[in-house]
C-alpha cells in the first residue's frame, strides 16, 4: 500500500508540474525519480495546494463561488469564478472553472485539489509576463521552487461567512533573491498567500498576492489581488446526459 501510495503521489506531481510548463519538466521527473534529485521529497506546502483532495465531501452538481478583486495597475476589477463539481468528491478530477469570459482550460486535469488554485496561479503567471516582458515559465518555476522549500504552514483563524475558522496559511515570496530580479525590480518583494480551511467546502478559504509600496510598505500595496470563498450551491441543473443522484433527506443544506 504504501508503495502505490509513494506512486500516485510521483505520478499526481508530474502531471501537475509538466502540465504547467517545460521549465517544470525536470522538477516532475525529479518528483517521479527520487534517485535523480537530492530533495525528492515532495515538501508539506506542495502537497496542500496541489496533492490534496480538497474537494472531498463535495456532492455532484454543486457549485463554490468565488470572488475575485484586484487593484492596481494595469486596472482594477472585479469578478466572479465559479468551481462546478461533476463527480462526487472530484473523483475523477473533472472540476470545471468558469468566470466572467465562460469556462476556463487549465492545466493538470485530473489533479486531486481544487482547480481554483491553478486557476489564480495561471491567471498571475500571465500576468507577470505581460507587465514585465519576461517568460512564464520562468515564473511558473520561480512560484513552484518557493513551495518546493518548504514555506511555514501557520495554523490561523479566518473568517469565513461570518464566524471564525481554523485555517493554515502558506506565505511564499518567489523572486526575493531572485538573480534576475533587477530585471523586475517593483515585484522583487512580491507576496503570495494561501488560507486553507476544512471548514468550508473545497477548502480554499482565500488566495492574495501583494506588490508591496515603497520601502516594502505591504500596509499600503501598489497591486494587489484576492480570490476570496464567498459560498456554495447545490444541486445545479446536471450536465447533458448526467443524473442528479437523490438528494437524502437529512443532507445538510450548503451555504451561500
Same mark, same amino acid.
Given at each position: 500500500?504504501?508503495?502505490?501510495?509513494?506512486?500516485?503521489?510521483?505520478? =499526481?506531481?508530474?502531471?501537475?508540474?509538466?502540465?504547467?510548463?517545460?521549465?517544470?519538466?525536470? @522538477?516532475?521527473?525529479?518528483?517521479?525519480?527520487?534517485?535523480?534529485?537530492?530533495?525528492?521529497?515532495?515538501?508539506?506546502?506542495?502537497?496542500?495546494?496541489?496533492?490534496?483532495? $480538497?474537494?472531498?465531501?463535495?456532492?455532484?452538481?454543486?457549485?463554490?463561488?468565488?470572488?475575485?478583486? +484586484?487593484?492596481?495597475? *494595469?486596472?482594477?476589477?472585479?469578478?466572479? &469564478?465559479?468551481?462546478?463539481?461533476?463527480?462526487? @468528491?472530484?473523483?475523477?478530477?473533472? =472540476?470545471? &472553472?468558469?468566470? $466572467? =469570459?465562460? !469556462? &476556463?482550460?487549465?492545466?493538470?486535469?485530473?489533479?486531486?485539489?481544487?482547480?481554483?488554485?491553478?486557476?489564480?496561479?495561471?491567471?498571475?503567471?500571465?500576468?507577470?509576463? #505581460?507587465?514585465?516582458?519576461?517568460?512564464?515559465?520562468?515564473?511558473?518555476?520561480?512560484? +513552484?521552487?518557493?513551495?518546493?522549500?518548504?514555506? =511555514?504552514?501557520?495554523? &490561523?483563524?479566518?473568517?469565513?461567512?461570518? !464566524? !471564525?475558522?481554523?485555517?493554515? #496559511?502558506?506565505?511564499?515570496? *518567489?523572486?526575493?533573491?531572485? *538573480?534576475?530580479g533587477a530585471r523586475f525590480?517593483?515585484?522583487?518583494?512580491?507576496?503570495?498567500?494561501?488560507?486553507?480551511?476544512?471548514?468550508?467546502?473545497? #477548502?480554499?478559504?482565500?488566495?492574495?498576492?501583494?506588490?508591496?509600496?515603497?520601502?516594502?510598505?505591504?500596509? $499600503?500595496p501598489v497591486q494587489s489581488?484576492?480570490?476570496?470563498? #464567498?459560498?456554495?450551491?447545490?444541486?445545479?441543473?446536471?450536465?447533458?446526459?448526467?443524473?442528479?443522484?437523490?438528494?437524502?433527506?437529512?443532507?445538510? +443544506?450548503?451555504?451561500?
Amino acid at each position: 500500500m504504501a508503495k502505490l501510495r509513494t506512486g500516485w503521489v510521483a505520478a =499526481a506531481a508530474s502531471v501537475l508540474l509538466a502540465a504547467s510548463g517545460p521549465a517544470f519538466a525536470a @522538477d516532475a521527473a525529479s518528483a517521479a525519480n527520487p534517485a535523480s534529485s537530492a530533495s525528492p521529497e515532495i515538501a508539506p506546502a506542495e502537497r496542500l495546494l496541489f496533492l490534496s483532495t $480538497h474537494l472531498k465531501g463535495v456532492q455532484p452538481q454543486t457549485e463554490l463561488d468565488y470572488a475575485v478583486e +484586484r487593484t492596481g495597475p *494595469p486596472a482594477k476589477e472585479k469578478d466572479t &469564478v465559479k468551481v462546478l463539481v461533476v463527480s462526487a @468528491d472530484n473523483a475523477n478530477g473533472d =472540476a470545471l &472553472v468558469s468566470d $466572467h =469570459a465562460g !469556462k &476556463v482550460e487549465l492545466p493538470g486535469e485530473g489533479m486531486p485539489c481544487n482547480p481554483v488554485i491553478l486557476y489564480f496561479l495561471e491567471r498571475d503567471i500571465a500576468e507577470m509576463e #505581460q507587465l514585465t516582458g519576461g517568460q512564464r515559465r520562468y515564473f511558473q518555476r520561480r512560484v +513552484r521552487l518557493a513551495l518546493a522549500a518548504s514555506p =511555514a504552514i501557520t495554523p &490561523v483563524m479566518r473568517d469565513a461567512q461570518g !464566524k !471564525k475558522v481554523p485555517a493554515k #496559511q502558506i506565505v511564499i515570496q *518567489p523572486y526575493l533573491g531572485d *538573480p534576475n530580479g533587477a530585471r523586475f525590480p517593483q515585484y522583487i518583494g512580491k507576496r503570495y498567500t494561501f488560507v486553507m480551511s476544512d471548514e468550508v467546502p473545497g #477548502q480554499v478559504l482565500l488566495i492574495r498576492t501583494d506588490v508591496p509600496g515603497s520601502n516594502n510598505d505591504f500596509a $499600503h500595496p501598489v497591486q494587489s489581488e484576492t480570490l476570496s470563498y #464567498q459560498g456554495a450551491l447545490r444541486s445545479l441543473s446536471p450536465l447533458p446526459g448526467k443524473k442528479t443522484p437523490d438528494k437524502a433527506a437529512n443532507a445538510p +443544506r450548503a451555504s451561500r
